[in-house]
Structures are given as structure tokens and as C-alpha cells.
């Protein structure tokens, strides 16, 4: 490892290796359902196939929680204990993060309205819409711990460590940080004692998969400490921590209890192997891979959406292809990605902005795997 100088702070706004690796996370959770979709035969003339890799494509949203954990630390590092940073911390992130969520969510119920036979749950009910909406966990009418957008049960995660981080602003960095861990620790407590008496609220936000928040914040402290590794190190970090992923999954280590060991440390591995060394280059073709990285907020809530019109059209055109399927859908879900980034998100984001006086940086999103069903 070698030390570099420490980059001033405006230059910290934007990593191009981490906008990349956003993509990356958001591509997996893609391939993911794909998968899920060909094993429960909802591709018609397709059947499932083996993945060679035998990665577990859902991880792509451990890399995105230690991905947070980094951004939002290397976003207020220096904030720490100053007055009125935590409003503004908040303000920020729920500009960034909410509006295009709801707007998903939205879209989400009024498909199970006007297109029931398109859904796989038909249920819905006024507490779960509103909870969700808040980002409080809340049990479906089906049962599940799963919001109306099934993907958005990651926000109901990242919006507790906002304000959890958000919190810690209070305070001089020390303590702060200390504060942080200590309450993602304590919310662990009720479920640990008491598995079957908490409510769902208290059994989702103790699940340890918020450690992997903490990886990224100790990640950012290495970044602004000038801990560098050469490129072998970090190829070599990236090779063990995909061989880590496969190995695990195939041997079935992949619980969501245990996922912030099994999961989460070759996600925290991946993404300081990112970091942790010499950027991306500002070249034309790095900013298309930075494009895709702002895009990947939208690919994480529209993708499900893409997948089901592709399902669509896929039926009309009786192939038997699924590399024809693949790439279908992945280049549709990408497309539809930046068009909603470029004509919708990115405009409403500028908008409210200046109707806040707030500017909304990239948004660290937790692209979702299968989906929490919760413990119960």
C-alpha cells in the first residue's frame, strides 16, 4: 500500500470507479431476476439454465449498502458536529432518494389496479401503500416485510442509516461514528433476545445486514486516510471475493441472517479493491460508464417494470432463445434506465433543488435481490 495526497475536498464529489461499480451492483440484481424469472417458468418457451459462475446476482445489493456507507461518509466527513448539518444531511438525501421511489411505487399500485392479471399479488391495503411510502417496514396483505415496489425494501434500510448517520452529525466525529455504530448494534438487541415478541418494524431494522453500511463507512476512512493498494492487491481482492460469492452460494451459505458475513465481506472487499487505488480516467468512454452509474437509481426501480413488458413482447415472438432473451431484456432495462434518468429524474432532481436550495448528489441506492420476506 502506498500513501497519495489526500484530494481536496471538491474533488471528492464524484469517483468514477465507484459511479462504474453502481452500475456493476445494479446489473447483477438484473441478472438476478432474470434468473428467477426462467427458474419460476414465467418466460414462455424458456426454460432455466445453470449458471456457470454460480455467483449469487442478488449480492449486487450488499455492494450497494457498503457503497453507501463510503459515499454518505466521504459526504460528511467534515461535518461532523457542525450546526444544522443533519437537517441538511436529511434534506439532501430524501431529495434524492424519495421522489423517484414514490413515483415507482406509485406506478407499481396503479398496475395492480388497472392490470391485475400483470402482477404476481393483487393485495393491497391503505397502511402498507402509506408505510412504505414512508419507508417503514410494514406486513404486506400477502405477509411478507415487502413494500408494493418489492425492490424497495432496500430503501427501508437505507433511509434508517440516514437518519441513524444523520444523528451522528451531532456530535465531533469521534463520538459520532461511535454513536452510529452503537445504535446499528443496539437495533440488533430486540430481535436477538426476543426472535418472536418484537414487531415487524424492530424485527426488520435488527437484521445485521446494516453492518455492511459500517463497512463502507471504515472503507471511507481508509480512502481519506491515503490508504492506497497497487493493482495486483486489488485484482487479487476482486478474484477472492467473487470466489468467495460463488463458493459460498453453492455450498447454500447465503441466509439473509448470515448474508453481512457471506455476502457482505466480499461486497465490502469489492468495493475498496474499487477505491482503493487509481481511478477511472476522464475519458469519453469513462463517462459513459459514469452515465450508467447515474442511471443505475432508475434501473434499480424500473427494471422489474422493463422486465414485464419484455415479458410481453417476448411471448409474441415464440423463440426458444435465451441468449436472445438475455439480451433483450438487459439492453431494454438499461435503455429505459437512462431514459428515465436523462428526461425524468435528473430534471425533477434539478427542480427541486432549486426549489430547496438543496443539491441532491448521486443517489447511493440498495439495489434489492430476491426480496425481505421478514422473519416471521
Not at 471538491?10 to 441478472?31: D, P, W, Y
Not at 493498494?229 to 441466509?255: F, P
Request: proline share 6%; glycine share 8%; charged share 10%.
Amino acid at each position: 500500500m502506498s500513501p497519495v495526497s489526500r484530494p481536496a475536498s471538491g474533488e471528492r464529489a464524484t469517483i468514477r470507479s465507484v459511479q462504474f461499480l453502481r452500475f456493476v451492483a445494479a446489473a447483477m440484481v438484473l441478472i438476478g431476476h432474470l434468473q428467477d424469472a426462467l427458474r419460476r417458468g414465467r418466460i414462455p418457451g424458456l426454460a432455466p439454465f445453470d449458471d456457470p459462475t454460480g455467483l449469487p446476482w442478488h449480492s449486487g445489493v450488499d455492494i450497494f449498502f457498503v457503497i453507501s456507507g463510503f459515499v454518505m461518509y466521504m459526504m460528511a466527513a467534515d461535518q461532523f458536529g457542525h450546526p444544522g448539518a443533519a437537517a441538511a444531511f436529511i434534506r439532501r438525501r430524501l431529495i434524492r432518494v424519495a421522489p423517484l421511489y414514490w413515483a415507482f411505487t406509485l406506478l407499481a399500485v396503479l398496475t395492480v389496479v388497472v392490470l391485475p392479471d400483470r402482477v404476481q399479488s393483487t393485495q393491497l391495503s391503505l397502511p402498507h401503500i402509506t408505510a412504505s411510502l414512508l419507508f417503514v417496514p410494514w406486513r404486506a396483505p400477502s405477509g411478507g416485510l415487502v413494500p408494493p415496489l418489492s425492490v424497495g425494501w432496500t430503501l427501508n434500510f437505507e433511509i434508517l442509516f440516514y437518519i441513524v448517520f444523520a444523528f451522528g452529525l451531532f456530535f465531533r466525529r469521534a463520538i459520532g461514528l461511535t454513536a452510529i455504530v452503537a445504535i446499528l448494534f443496539a437495533l440488533m438487541v430486540p430481535r436477538l433476545l426476543f426472535p418472536n415478541a418484537v414487531g415487524d418494524q424492530l424485527d426488520a431494522w435488527g437484521f445485521p445486514i446494516t453492518v455492511e453500511f459500517l463497512f463502507g463507512i471504515f472503507i471511507g476512512r481508509m480512502y481519506l486516510a491515503n490508504v492506497r493498494m497497487s493493482g495486483i492487491t486489488r485484482t487479487a481482492m476482486v478474484v477472492g471475493a467473487l470466489l468467495a460469492l460463488s463458493v459460498g452460494n453453492q455450498a447454500g451459505l447465503n441466509a439473509f441472517q448470515d448474508r453481512w458475513f457471506f455476502w457482505g465481506v466480499p461486497a465490502a472487499a469489492i468495493v475498496a479493491a474499487t477505491v482503493l487505488g487509481r481511478d477511472l480516467p476522464d475519458r469519453r468512454w469513462s463517462r459513459v460508464l459514469v452515465l450508467f452509474g447515474n442511471a443505475s437509481y432508475a434501473l434499480y426501480l424500473s427494471h422489474l417494470f422493463t422486465l414485464r413488458a419484455v415479458g410481453v413482447v417476448w411471448s409474441s415472438l415464440h423463440l426458444n432463445s435465451v441468449a436472445a432473451y438475455f439480451t433483450l431484456a438487459v439492453a431494454s432495462s438499461v435503455l429505459m434506465s437512462i431514459a428515465v434518468y436523462l428526461w425524468f429524474e435528473r430534471p425533477l432532481l434539478t427542480w427541486l433543488g432549486r426549489r430547496t436550495g438543496s443539491k441532491a448528489t448521486s443517489a447511493t441506492l440498495a439495489a434489492a435481490p430476491e426480496g425481505f420476506r421478514g422473519s416471521k
